[in-house]
């Protein structure tokens, strides 16, 4: 089955080589429609992607998204998840607080650590 995401890609294609082909967005989404029917991509988005496949060299144009910036997620490292299982073992009656300090990572990323990954229901109980 293809997913949405390979779907999105196909059409980008399709754009790509239609606006090489010197057809008008509105033309271009038309097509589409009777193609991919209720899967087609907007209008406006149509739009976009044909003023930049328009704008650039068709052999540079790269379909996928490119990779953002921002903060990387570190905590599916598997080194963290290590030391917070160390941790928990060494000392039952740890708190969150005092591992997400000794990891260097957040107490929220920790509660996720302990309770989805690992899989611990208490850790400190009274």
């Known amino acids: 089955?293809?997913?949405s995401n390979d779907l999105l890609i196909k059409q980008r294609?399709?754009?790509?080589?239609?606006?090489a082909e010197g057809c008008s967005a509105a033309n271009i989404h038309a097509r589409m429609k009777t193609v991919y029917g209720?899967?087609?991509?907007?209008?406006?988005a149509v739009c976009k992607w044909v003023r930049i496949f328009k704008g650039e060299d068709p052999r540079e144009t790269i379909l996928r998204d490119?990779?953002?910036?921002?903060?990387?997620?570190?905590?599916?490292v598997t080194a963290h998840r290590e030391k917070?299982?160390?941790m928990i073992r060494a000392n039952r009656?740890?708190?969150q607080k005092e591992i997400a300090n000794a990891v260097g990572i957040s107490k929220e990323r920790v509660h996720h650590i302990v309770t989805t990954v690992l899989g611990y229901?208490?850790?400190s109980a009274r």
């Open 13 to 19: 294609s399709v754009i790509e080589f239609l606006a």
């Open 38 to 44: 209720e899967m087609c991509i907007s209008d406006c």
């Open 66 to 76: 490119r990779k953002r910036l921002g903060r990387p997620l570190s905590t599916s």
């Open 84 to 86: 917070v299982d160390c």
């Open 121 to 123: 229901r208490k850790v």
């Open 1 to 3: 089955m293809v997913t």
């Open 93 to 95: 009656r740890v708190k």
